[in-house]
Nanobody, 124 residues
Framework: QVQLVESGGGLVQAGGSLRLSCAAS????????MGWFRRAPGKKRDFVAA????????YYTDSVKGRFTISRDNAKNTVYLQMYSLQPEDTAVYYC?????????????????WGQGTQVTVSS
């Protein structure tokens, strides 16, 4: 069982940056692949980024490549999403998720545990 708590969301102007954090409970954080997803108003939840257990492999959705960076600190049981050059279309509730398998998945159904989400609002 893993409990995930996101933080770091907020209101930012277009072009600004934010860093989201997701703190995980338990002593087995390093055995989970981690992902970030987001749900924009009126839309389904979409994949944003994912990172392997060691942090050596990362995947991003095309719309955030070059602007967002996912990273993790296994000693701190935390995964991060650094977001630069934010745009209004990045406005969403951002969720972190944990997957017990070794494969780095980009699909929502593959993840076993979810946080409650943190709101990111980008004003134009």
């Amino acid at each position: 069982q893993v409990q995930l708590v996101e933080s770091g969301g907020g209101l930012v102007q277009a072009g600004g940056s934010l860093r989201l954090s997701c703190a995980a409970s338990g002593r087995t954080f390093s055995s989970y692949t981690m992902g970030w997803f987001r749900r924009a108003p009126g839309k389904k939840r979409d994949f944003v980024a994912a990172i392997s257990r060691s942090g050596g492999t990362t995947y991003y959705t095309d719309s955030v490549k070059g602007r967002f960076t996912i990273s993790r600190d296994n000693a701190k049981n935390t995964v991060y999403l650094q977001m630069y050059s934010l745009q209004p279309e990045d406005t969403a509730v951002y969720y972190c998720a944990a997957d017990h398998t070794i494969v780095v998945h980009t699909t929502e159904i593959s993840y076993d545990y979810w946080g409650q989400g943190t709101q990111v609002t980008v004003s134009s």
